[in-house]
């Protein structure tokens, strides 16, 4: 079963930027569908991006240009890079291994002056 923990997350001015990391254990990552999600306060859950098991990826609208999601195979690692962060952005994120519907426990992000 894997396990799945997110790290990386804080607070940011707007315009700054973080990257956060999903470290996988008990089965490899590699070529699996992976996922980016955040809630925002009083808010639903809402996906970011999923990168398929063949690297193709689909950001939401409200992060395209802004997100990157990549792994690396080697670390077992999928990451998030957020750049020109905004205070919508505030939220817990989530990985989730999409084939096995695993979710970590979540990173906390705030993005204030």
């Known amino acids: 079963q894997v396990q799945l923990v997110e790290s990386g997350g804080g607070l940011v001015q707007p315009g700054g930027s973080l990257r956060l990391s999903c470290a996988a254990s008990g089965a490899s990552v590699t070529s699996k569908a992976m996922a980016w999600y955040r809630q925002a306060p009083g808010k639903e859950r809402e996906l970011v991006v999923h990168i398929t098991s063949a690297g193709g990826t689909d950001y939401a609208h409200a992060v395209k240009g802004r997100f990157t999601i990549s792994r690396d195979n080697a670390k077992n690692t999928v990451y998030l890079q957020m750049n020109s962060l905004k205070p919508e952005d505030t939220g817990v994120y989530y990985c989730?291994?999409?084939?096995?519907?695993?979710w970590g426990q979540g990173t906390q992000v705030t993005c204030s002056s």
């Open positions: 989730r291994d999409l084939r096995n519907n695993v």
